[in-house]
C-alpha cells in the first residue's frame, strides 16, 4: 500500500512539473542551416512558449528517407519546389488551414500559384524563401567576365569548374544544347544532356556536394566558376575575403522556392501553425534573409523590416527577375530518367 | 689426423660487462664428436653458433679446414647444424626439407632424390617422406633435422641440445643411435649440452666450460679421474669437498690433514709443505668400513642422513672437524629396514688413496 | 520443467548469439534481399518478386563500370598497403634491435586508427590540394614552377587516402604473422646455404602468407566499401559502388535497385573472404 501510495505520489509530482512544458509544446523541424537560426528563433520561443528542435538536412534528397525510417519525430519540414510535390505524393504531409495563417495573402501570386505545394484545391505548402541557381566566377580568374553556360565547357578553364552533384546538372546542360524546356525533356534531350556532361567531365575539378564544399573548393583556390545557391555561398565567400561574383547566364537560371509543410499527424498543431504564422511575418522573413541571403516569399513583411539596399539586392522589388527564372516544377513519374541520366554521368 | 676446426683466441663481448665467450682456443680433429658441456650461460651455445656463422666473435678468429671463416655467413661454410627445437619448416613435407639444403648444390633431380632418400634411410624414416613435421613425433623429428643436415654432407655438423626437448627414455635412445649415427656417416661432431650423462656416454672428448672460458678438456674419463679443478669435480659426477693443509710431501704422495685425520693421497698437482688445499672425494669411491676392516684412508664421523635412490643409498657424514662428506653403496641384495645405517649411528669411511682429488686453495660450496 | 532448468545456462549462452545474428544479421540482410525483388514505382517502390534490378545492375554498363572501378580501387589500396606495410612490419619485427622503438613506431602507425576517419581524409586533402603541402613543397625544392593539379580530387588521391587510412589493417596481421615465424628456421635456412633473399621467398614469405591474405581481405572489403574518400578526395571519375547504393537509397528514392546493388556487392566481399580464409586455413596446416 505504502509503495503504492509513493509511487502514486512521484507520478503526480512528475506529471506537475512536467505539465507546463507538455502543455505548451515542443516542435521538431526538419530543415536546411539557418532556416531555424536563434537569432530568430529564440525570441519566437520566448513569446510563444514553443520549444523548437532542429535537425538539418544537406540535401532535398534527406526528406523522403527521414520521414520513410517512420513517422511521429518531425513536425514541420522544409523541401523545395522540386520535392514537395513527392511529399505530397507520399503523403507525407497534411493540407494547411490557410486561414489559421497571418499574411497568406501577402505571398507572391506567381508561387501560390506553383502545382507542387497544392493538390485537389488545398494547399500543403507555404513559400517561404527563393533564389536563383545562379553562376559564379571567381574575380580574378576572368579579365572578360563569363555570361553563359558554355564557359563551363571551356577547353582553357579545364580543372578549374565545378558543378553541382545534383540531377539539375541536366537542366544546366540542356540549356546549353538549346533545349529550355528543362523540366519536360524528352529521352532524346536527356541523352544529349547526357552526352554533354560527358564531354564536360574532364574539365570538372570536382562536382560540389554542400555548400560548404563548394566553398572550400574556392577557398583552396580549385575552382573558379561553377553554379551556385545564390546569395549563400558568394556571401560566406566574402566573408573570407575572396572575391566573386554570381551571374545570371544568357542561357537563363533555374529558380528555387522552399516551403514549410506540416507533416502528417502532428500532435502539435497549435505550435506548428503559431511557428508558421512567425515564419511568415517580419520576424521570420528578415530573420532568414539576414542569416543566409535567400529573398523571401512574403513581399509586404520584406518591405517593412529590410533596408531599402538590401530589398534592391534580393530582388524583391523586381518581379521581372522572378519571371525570368525558370522555377523548379516536379518531374513526377520523369524524375528517374534524369536521375538515372545523371548518375550514369557519374558513373562515367 | 688433421684439424678440421680451429678456434683461436675466440671472444665474444656483448658489452664490456657481458661477456658470452672469453678467450677461447681449441682445436678439433676430423671425424671427432666433441662435446661443449657446462650450465645455462657459460658460453657454449655462444661459441657453437659463432662456429656456425650465425655470431660474429669480438674477437679471434676461426678457421674450418685451414680456410679463415671467421666472418663468412652461415650459408657460406661447409658446417650444418641440427637446431634445439629442429627448426623444420612447417609448411614442407619431410621430403622438401630435407631436399632444401641442396638447391644451392645444382645437382640433378635424381640425384636430388637418391641423397633424399638416403639420408631419411640412415634415420630410419624414408616413409615419412610426403607427411609434414607436424604429423611427427619429437624422436622423430629429431632424426629428420639430423636427415636435412647431413644430406649436405658438411665438414662438420653442430648440435644444439639435441636431445633435450626429448623425454628421458627416448633421450637415452637417441644418446647411442647419435653415437652410432657418428660413426657411421664419419663427419665431425661438435655438439653443445648441459647434461653430463650425454657427454660422457657420446663423445670422444668432453670441453668444460664456466664463465665463457673452458675449464677443461679431455676424454670423459680423464675429467672424471682427473678433474683439473673443482667445478670440474662436481659438474661431472658428485664430489664431496674438505677444506686440508699439507703436512709432508714426499715423491707423489703427499699428507694432508683433512676431516679430522691425517690422509694420504696422490695429487695431480705439485704442492708445497704447509699450503691451503682442497680434497674431494667421489661418493661412490667411498666404503662403509666393517668393524676391523681398514683403507689408505679412514674418516670417522656421525652419520647424518640417509637417501635411498633404488640403486643404493647416499650416506651423508659429519666429520670431527664438522665437515661433510657423501658416501654412496650399493644394495646388492633386497635389505631389511632394521640392517640399514640409521641417522645419529657412527660410521667408518676408507677411501683408497688413489681416489682422493687434491685441489689447490679453499673452495666455497 | 527440470528438463529447461537444467538447460537454460546452455541454452542462455547459445541463445544470446543466435539471437543476436537473427537479429543484426539475418534480419537485415532478409529485408534487403526483400526489396532487391521489389519494383520502383513512383513515388516510391512496390512489392514485386521479379529479377529486373539484377538485370539493371548487369546490362547497364554504368554499374558494371563502377563495380569494376571499385574493384580496381580495392585491389590498388590493398597492393599499395602491402608494398608499404610488409617492409615495415618486417623491419619492426626482424630488424628493429631497441625494444622501445619497435613498440613506439608499431603505436605509430596504430594511433591513428583513434582519430576519427573524417579528419584523417581531411588531412590528406590539406596535403595533396592545389595550395597544399605537397605542392608548395615541390615548389619550394624548384621541381615544378607551379602548383599541380595532379594530386587531388583523382583516383590517385582516392588510393593514397584509404591506402593511408586503412593500412593499419595490413601491418598487424603480417607483423602477427612475422612475429609467430621461430627465427630458428631462417637461421636454418641460411645454415642449409640460402643467401638472405633466397631464404625470405622460401621461408619468411610463404609462412607469412596467412598475415598477408588477412591483411589483403581487411583493406580490399574496407576499401570496396568506402563512399567517404570518394566524396572527399575523389574526382568527376570516383564515384564507387557504395556511393551508387547511397544515391539509389537517397537522391533515386530507388531502395530496390540500391538493395540489389548491395546484395551483388555482398556477394562479391563473402567470395573474397572465402578466398583468403581457405587460404589462411592452407597455411595454417602449413600447405601454401
Known amino acids: 500500500m505504502t509503495i503504492k501510495k509513493t509511487m502514486l505520489g512521484t507520478l503526480g509530482l512528475l506529471s506537475l512539473t512536467a505539465s507546463p512544458v507538455l502543455a505548451e509544446g515542443t516542435i521538431n523541424v526538419l530543415t536546411w542551416e539557418g532556416y531555424a537560426d536563434p537569432s530568430f528563433i529564440s525570441k519566437f520561443e520566448e513569446t510563444s512558449g514553443c520549444q523548437v528542435n532542429a535537425t538539418y538536412v544537406g540535401s532535398n534528397d534527406d526528406f523522403a528517407p527521414k520521414l520513410m525510417a517512420g513517422g511521429g519525430v518531425y513536425d514541420l519540414i522544409t523541401p523545395s519546389i522540386d520535392t514537395t510535390k513527392l511529399m505530397i505524393d507520399l503523403d507525407f504531409v497534411e493540407p494547411l488551414d490557410t486561414t489559421k495563417i497571418e499574411g497568406w495573402n501577402d505571398i507572391y501570386p506567381k508561387f501560390l500559384a506553383l502545382d507542387g505545394i497544392q493538390k485537389d484545391g488545398a494547399y500543403y505548402g507555404m513559400p517561404y524563401v527563393w533564389g536563383a541557381i545562379a553562376f559564379m566566377y571567381r574575380d580574378d580568374a576572368f579579365e572578360t567576365p563569363p555570361t553563359s553556360i558554355a564557359d563551363l565547357w571551356r577547353e582553357d578553364l579545364k580543372g578549374k569548374i565545378s558543378l553541382w552533384d545534383d540531377k539539375s546538372a541536366i537542366y544546366v546542360a540542356a540549356r546549353k544544347n538549346g533545349d529550355m524546356n528543362i523540366y519536360s525533356l524528352t529521352d532524346e534531350q536527356i541523352a544529349a544532356a547526357q552526352k554533354s556532361l560527358v564531354e564536360q567531365k574532364p574539365l570538372i575539378r570536382k562536382y560540389w556536394a554542400t555548400a560548404g564544399e563548394l566553398v572550400d573548393l574556392y577557398k583552396a583556390g580549385e575552382v573558379v566558376i561553377s553554379n551556385t545557391w545564390a546569395g549563400y555561398q558568394s556571401s560566406l565567400l566574402a566573408d573570407e575575403g575572396i572575391k566573386v561574383t554570381e551571374f545570371i547566364p544568357t542561357e537563363g537560371a533555374e529558380g528555387w522556392m522552399d516551403s514549410w509543410m506540416i507533416v502528417k499527424g502532428s500532435p502539435n498543431q497549435e505550435c506548428a501553425y503559431k511557428f508558421l504564422n512567425m515564419q511568415l511575418s517580419e520576424q521570420g522573413q528578415c530573420g532568414v534573409a539576414n542569416v543566409n541571403g535567400y529573398s523571401v516569399a512574403n513581399a509586404a513583411a520584406a518591405k517593412s523590416c529590410m533596408s531599402p539596399e538590401q530589398f534592391k539586392t534580393l530582388h524583391q522589388d523586381d518581379p521581372d527577375y522572378l519571371d525570368s527564372l525558370l522555377i523548379w516544377q516536379p518531374l513526377g513519374d520523369r524524375f528517374e530518367a534524369y536521375t538515372n541520366a545523371w548518375n550514369a554521368v557519374k558513373a562515367q | 689426423m688433421a684439424a678440421i676446426i680451429e678456434l683461436e683466441n675466440i671472444s665474444k663481448h656483448y658489452s664490456p660487462t657481458i661477456i658470452g665467450v672469453d678467450d677461447v682456443s681449441l682445436t678439433v680433429e676430423d671425424g671427432e664428436f666433441v662435446t661443449l658441456l657446462g650450465p645455462s650461460g657459460c658460453g657454449k651455445s655462444t661459441l657453437l653458433r659463432m662456429i656456425g656463422g650465425f655470431e660474429e666473435p669480438t674477437a679471434g678468429a676461426i678457421r674450418l679446414a685451414d680456410k679463415d671463416v671467421t666472418f663468412d655467413p652461415p650459408y657460406k661454410r661447409e658446417v650444418n647444424m641440427v637446431f634445439q627445437d629442429y627448426a623444420l619448416f612447417p609448411h614442407m613435407t619431410i621430403g622438401e626439407n630435407v631436399a632444401y639444403g641442396l638447391k644451392t648444390f645444382k645437382l640433378d633431380k635424381d640425384t636430388v632424390r637418391t641423397r633424399v632418400k638416403d639420408a631419411l634411410m640412415l634415420v630410419g624414416l624414408y616413409d615419412k617422406l610426403n607427411q609434414r613435421p607436424q604429423q611427427l613425433s619429437g624422436g622423430q623429428r629429431q632424426r629428420i633435422a639430423l636427415a636435412r643436415a647431413i644430406v649436405r654432407r658438411p665438414k662438420v655438423l653442430l648440435l644444439d641440445e639435441p636431445l633435450s626437448a626429448l623425454d628421458a627414455k627416448l633421450r637415452e635412445q637417441m644418446q647411442i643411435e647419435l653415437k652410432h649415427l657418428h660413426e657411421k656417416v664419419g663427419i665431425t661432431f661438435i655438439m653443445v649440452t648441459h647434461d653430463q650423462t650425454e657427454a660422457l656416454v657420446m663423445s670422444d672428448r668432453v670441453v668444460v666450460m664456466d664463465k665463457g672460458k673452458i675449464a677443461q678438456e679431455g676424454r670423459p674419463q680423464d675429467l672424471y679421474d682427473h678433474p683439473a679443478n673443482p667445478y670440474v669435480a662436481n659438474f661431472i659426477g658428485t664430489t664431496s669437498f674438505l677444506p686440508g693443509k699439507v703436512r709432508a710431501l714426499s715423491g707423489e704422495v703427499a699428507t694432508i690433514a683433512a676431516g679430522g685425520t691425517q690422509i694420504t693421497a696422490h695429487p695431480d698437482v705439485t704442492l708445497s709443505e704447509g699450503a691451503t688445499v682442497t680434497v674431494g672425494v667421489r661418493p661412490e669411491k667411498v666404503k662403509l668400513l666393517a668393524e676391523g676392516e681398514t683403507a689408505d684412508n679412514v674418516f670417522e664421523g656421525t652419520i647424518s642422513e640417509v637417501i635411498y635412490y633404488g640403486l643404493g643409498l647416499r650416506i651423508s657424514v659429519t666429520l670431527a672437524d664438522g665437515s661433510k662428506i657423501d658416501a654412496d653403496t650399493l644394495l646388492p641384495d633386497k635389505l631389511s629396514h632394521s640392517t640399514l645405517p640409521q641417522s645419529g649411528a657412527p660410521v667408518r669411511l676408507g677411501v683408497a688413496a688413489h681416489n682422493v682429488f687434491v685441489f689447490e686453495g679453499t673452495v666455497t660450496p | ?288
Do not use: H
Not at chain 3, 586503412?166 to 596481421?173: A, G, Y
Not at chain 3, 602477427?176 to 641460411?190: F, G, V, Y
Not at chain 3, 546484395?263 to 601454401?288: A, H
Open chain 3, 1 to 288: 520443467m527440470s528438463f529447461l532448468r537444467r538447460n537454460l545456462p546452455s541454452m542462455l549462452v547459445m541463445g544470446i548469439p543466435l539471437m543476436w545474428i537473427a537479429l543484426f544479421m539475418l534480419l537485415p540482410y532478409g529485408i534487403i534481399v526483400t526489396y532487391s525483388f521489389w519494383l520502383k514505382k513512383y513515388p516510391t517502390f512496390i512489392p514485386a518478386f521479379q529479377f529486373g534490378n539484377y538485370v539493371t545492375i548487369f546490362t547497364d554498363p554504368q554499374y558494371v563500370r563502377v563495380f569494376l572501378r571499385t574493384l580496381k580501387i580495392s585491389v590498388l589500396v590493398s597492393a599499395a598497403s602491402f608494398l608499404l606495410a610488409y617492409p615495415f612490419a618486417y623491419y619492426l619485427v626482424f630488424r628493429c634491435r631497441s625494444v622501445a622503438l619497435r613498440t613506439w613506431l608499431y603505436m605509430a602507425v596504430i594511433a591513428p586508427l583513434w582519430v576519427s576517419y573524417l579528419l584523417r581524409a581531411y588531412i590528406w586533402k590539406t596535403i595533396l590540394g592545389t595550395e597544399g603541402v605537397l605542392n608548395s613543397f615541390l615548389m619550394s625544392l624548384g621541381i615544378i614552377d607551379e602548383p599541380s593539379s595532379l594530386f587531388l580530387y583523382n583516383q590517385f588521391a582516392m588510393v593514397v587516402t584509404l591506402t593511408y587510412i586503412f593500412i593499419p589493417f595490413m601491418v598487424m596481421p603480417i607483423y602477427t604473422a612475422l612475429e609467430k615465424i621461430p627465427t630458428n628456421l631462417t637461421e636454418a635456412s641460411a645454415d642449409l646455404g640460402m643467401g638472405p633473399w633466397r631464404s625470405f621467398w622460401t621461408v619468411t614469405l610463404p609462412l607469412s602468407l596467412p598475415g598477408v591474405a588477412a591483411g589483403f581481405t581487411l583493406t580490399f572489403c574496407l576499401s570496396f566499401g568506402d563512399f567517404i574518400a570518394p566524396f572527399l578526395v575523389g574526382g568527376p571519375d570516383g564515384n564507387l559502388i557504395a556511393n551508387v547504393i547511397a544515391t539509389q537509397f537517397g537522391a533515386a528514392l530507388n531502395w530496390p535497385l540500391g538493395s540489389a546493388l548491395a546484395i551483388v556487392m555482398l556477394v562479391v566481399v563473402l567470395t573474397i573472404v572465402s578466398l583468403s580464409d581457405r587460404m589462411e586455413r592452407k597455411g595454417m596446416t602449413g600447405g601454401v
